[in-house]
């Protein structure tokens, strides 16, 4: 390995990829029968495949290692497909019980490197559990909470910050002989820091037996259940681990019923924050993949139920709700900065404050952040920039600054998808009647209506309306957010024009426009950039390049945008936008040592995969051999 590295990878990055300048030729011994005795590995995709094997060779402490030459010469499609199935995933899979909380429980983008797992009061089992755990693996230094009996709110999620953890997730009993759930102990009074008291379980070895269901996480600095996130990786998975799928929406319906929705991602400092909501889209699909059984009938019957009181408790309830118009925005709760990120992300922001302060721009992001400095204008923008945060879009120019106000395509047709999914999935599996209990039904609705498809198709139908009078654009044939402040559509051209063809909320003339007018702003070599170059503006220092503006793309973007164009009949566009993608993420796969990544400048094909905006790209930072991807 080290001979291979020494003469392949001359920029000694750990990988071999175009960019070495070696002599793209490596000899290896030939044990085969019938062949010359030695063979000769040649090319940057040979030789990299030949780093990988060695580089996991080593890992699993091997003293020899018989390399087949169908390894080396492996179609890329087809070693892409069998490492995503047969590695990544499991890679990137966590489970929070005893023999997975210590990876689990890290956080790369904290400094408190202590691990820590706040539990909700609904979950005493839990509690117990990792109680338990803690005494019985010093070694881990878990740090076990509770989370308080009152509403979670803005000043407690801020509070907690310099005390940050993991949240836990659903789990189940190994046996059937747990016994049942005692009295949940009350906060400790003499506290002031709301300590809990020892729950009043008896003896807690009869806990040992929890197991968590396993879910899965981005990888490198995301080390966490983030909500879309889960929902694509899932989609990819339906073929490979469906068991694992069913595991991530069950946790999904946990954070439902204990954190009121499904949370930007299982951290403390997420309590305040949703993200797109895709749970009934995902709950249909894994359903349809299953034999639709009374095991996945009720699987999806629980997701429905939870979805509708996210939907109705979360989504449809001011702030977030603009009764006005009828449509939903992204407005979460929260004080302060956002304290996964650091001050640098925000400087364009913060340096006019911190030249008026005469600090440095740390020194000004700890004294806001600590309540030294009040200044209405930052309050207002990171309020948005929670709402940014919230939308999956983090960051955009066309939702800095404004994201708490608007109305945007993204979410409503998500909200239109929910109100169609339920009335399908009641009609179809559920033979037009299902029980709704009360925790899922809104404040004015009454139960039994709420359990029929009629109820939900008039729901759809409103929101319809809503979406083509504030959302639609004749004139430019586009949909646009809409401002609720200053009542006014955005102007910023965005790939989540394609969203109403996916959702099918879109008239076909509306389709067929979107597909004229849209395509040619974002389609580029590679697949759609999130929005239009015109839209993002030229890059200054106090307009940096973001991550979700031109000339990147995202495969949510891509996957939604095929989906709609084949509901609308537009098969060619699909195909082409879906040759471009596929074709872009193999390139850079075969070209730089298995690489792929999150994010891709669409606009060029040999470096796509570098980007310096904001925190650079995930999947990018490996040697040797890709396990994440």
């Not at 899979?93 to 909700?120: F, N, W």
């Not at 945007?408 to 929910?418: A, E, G, H, P, Q």
């Amino acid at each position: 390995m080290e001979d291979l590295l020494e003469r392949e990878d001359t920029d000694r990055d750990g990988l071999i990829t175009i960019d070495d300048e070696g002599p793209r030729n490596f000899s290896l011994g030939n044990h085969s029968i019938d062949g010359p005795q030695v063979y000769q590995v040649q090319g940057v995709y040979n030789l990299a495949n030949l780093l990988e094997e060695l580089a996991l060779a080593k890992m699993k402490k091997l003293d020899r290692l018989a390399i087949s030459r169908l390894q080396l010469e492996e179609e890329p499609v087809t070693r892409l497909s069998r490492l995503i199935r047969e590695s990544w995933w499991d890679n990137l899979t966590r489970h929070l019980d005893a023999t997975g909380i210590e990876a689990a429980a890290k956080d790369p983008k904290m400094m408190d490197s202590q691990p820590r797992i706040y539990v909700p009061r609904g979950a005493p089992k839990q509690y117990a559990y990792y109680r338990k755990v803690s005494r019985d693996r010093p070694d881990i230094n878990l740090d076990v909470q509770w989370l308080p009996h009152e509403d979670i709110t803005a000043g407690f999620i801020k509070g907690i910050n310099q005390r940050p953890g993991i949240l836990a997730l659903a789990m189940r009993s190994m046996s059937q002989s747990l016994p049942p759930s005692g009295k949940v102990p009350d906060l400790d009074t003499n506290s002031g820091n709301q300590k809990p008291t020892e729950p009043d379980h008896g003896n807690l070895e009869s806990f040992e037996d929890l197991e968590a269901l396993p879910f899965i996480v981005p990888g490198g600095r995301f080390n966490e259940l983030y909500n879309w996130d889960a929902c694509f990786c899932a989609l990819g998975m339906l073929g490979s681990h469906i068991g694992l799928v069913k595991s991530v929406i069950q946790n999904f319906i946990f954070e439902i019923e204990h954190y009121g929705k499904i949370l930007n991602a299982n951290r403390s400092y997420y309590l305040g924050r949703a993200q797109p909501p895709f749970l009934t889209w995902l709950a249909l699909k894994t359903y349809e993949a299953t034999e639709k059984d009374e095991a996945s009938q009720n699987l999806l019957k629980d997701a429905i139920l939870a979805a509708m009181k996210e939907y109705n408790c979360y989504w449809m309830t001011e702030p977030r709700l603009d009764k006005e118009t009828g449509l939903s925005r992204y407005r979460p709760i929260g004080a302060g900065s956002p304290p996964e990120c650091s001050s640098v992300v925000f400087e364009h922001i913060l340096s006019p404050y911190a030249t008026n302060y005469g600090m440095t721009v740390q020194e000004l992001y700890d004294a806001y952040n600590q309540g030294t400095v009040n200044e209405a204008a930052l309050d207002e923008f990171f309020n948005h920039d929670r709402a940014v945060r919230e939308s999956g879009h983090d960051t955009s120019n066309r939702v800095e600054g404004v994201a708490a106000n608007l109305a945007t395509v993204d979410l409503n047709c998500l909200l239109y998808r929910y109100e169609m999914d339920f009335a399908n999935a009641i009609s179809t599996v559920f033979a037009d009647r299902l029980v709704v209990p009360a925790a899922s039904c809104g404040s004015s609705q009454e139960a039994e209506s709420v359990g029929t498809s009629g109820f939900w198709r008039k729901r759809a139908e409103s929101r319809r309306k809503s979406i083509e009078k504030y959302l639609w654009n004749e004139e430019r044939g586009l949909f646009f957010d809409y401002n609720t402040a200053t009542k006014q559509q955005s102007q910023y051209e965005s790939a989540t024009s394609l969203w109403p063809l996916w959702c099918g909320v879109s008239s076909n003339s509306q389709a067929a426009a979107v597909v004229v007018n849209c395509l040619p702003k974002l389609e580029c070599m590679g697949g759609l950039s999130v929005g239009s170059e015109r839209s993002r503006g030229p890059i200054t220092a106090a307009n940096p390049q973001k991550q979700w503006d031109f000339p990147y793309g995202w495969a949510p973007h891509q996957v939604l945008a095929w989906d709609g164009l084949l509901r609308y009949g537009y098969t060619t566009d699909a195909e082409r936008l879906a040759y471009r993608w596929l074709h872009m993420i193999t390139k850079i796969f075969v070209n730089f040592n298995g690489t792929v990544v999150e994010k891709y400048n669409v606009t060029q094909l040999n470096h796509c995969h570098k980007v310096d905006a904001e925190y650079g790209n995930q999947g990018a930072n490996f040697k040797y051999v890709p396990q994440e991807g």
